[in-house]
């Protein structure tokens, strides 16, 4: 079963707007990372957010993680057309990680149109 | 520098027979975990590799199987197949095992079962 599920499924904006993606989980978690999707192909690391951090930047993407509420949030500012991909977020399984395994969200779709 | 490489790209099969894909990791890294993602899903966990060990398995059954070799690359082998394995098969290199690094995706192999 999926542990992230995001939010909304697709999401269609303007160049120059900002695009916000949410992620909710359900067990623990060590840490959340965000990955990109371009056109089916192979995924690419964005960001990774500890347990016992709240917030994280990198150039124009804000993270942000609230275990309490088992979500987190991917906000890209001023967008552009070349962000047009799938973004998923990705969770181990905290005290119960064994290994390796990382569950995938089923992802946002995002559009930005120029 | 050398990032993550799959072979073959594309890869045609009939129910019932079987497939070898193939990963190198990128260029200092000593793990390997192998996804499938099918059309319009999240990457789905299938196994781990780590020091030529299966470190961490998922809900994948048995057809499903995997060699580390002590170069570091890796194998995915699936029999029997069946038409449900058609997806994309991605592979992700990383150091030291675990969940607690970013991952590093090659372009993924897509298999059509026909």
């Known amino acids: 079963s999926q542990q992230g599920e995001e939010d909304p499924q697709a999401l269609s904006i303007q160049e120059g707007e900002n695009a916000t993606m949410n992620c909710s989980y359900k067990?623990?978690?060590?840490?959340l990372q965000w990955y990109r999707q371009n056109s089916g192909r192979g995924l690419v690391h964005l960001i990774l957010?500890?347990?016992?951090?709240r917030e994280k930047h990198s150039g124009r993407l804000r993270v942000t993680l609230d275990t309490s509420k088992k979500s987190s949030s991917l906000l890209i500012t001023a967008s552009r057309a070349a962000d047009t991909a799938s973004y998923f977020c990705?969770?181990?399984?905290?005290?119960?990680?064994?290994?390796?395994?990382?569950?995938f969200g089923q992802g946002t779709e995002l559009s930005v149109k120029p | 520098d050398a990032g993550v490489t799959q072979s073959p790209t594309h890869l045609i099969k009939t129910r019932g027979q079987q497939v070898t894909l193939r990963c190198s990791p990128k260029?200092?890294?000593?793990?390997v975990s192998w996804y499938q993602q099918a059309l319009g899903q999240g990457p789905q966990f299938i196994f781990q590799?780590?020091?030529?060990?299966?470190?961490q398995r998922g809900n994948f059954p048995d057809r499903f199987s995997g060699h580390q070799f002590p170069n570091y690359s890796s194998e995915l082998n699936v029999n029997a197949l069946l038409l449900g394995d058609s997806a994309l098969y991605l592979c992700?290199?990383?150091?030291?095992?675990?969940?607690?690094?970013?991952?590093?995706f090659g372009s993924g192999t897509q298999l059509s079962v026909l």
């Open positions: 992700a290199s990383s150091l030291g095992g675990g969940a607690n690094e970013k991952l590093f």
């Open positions: 067990t623990s978690i060590n840490n």
């Open positions: 957010i500890r347990s016992n951090e």
């Open positions: 990705a969770t181990d399984e905290g005290i119960y990680n064994q290994g390796g395994k990382l569950i």
């Open positions: 260029s200092g890294h000593d793990t």
């Open positions: 590799y780590y020091e030529e060990e299966e470190r």
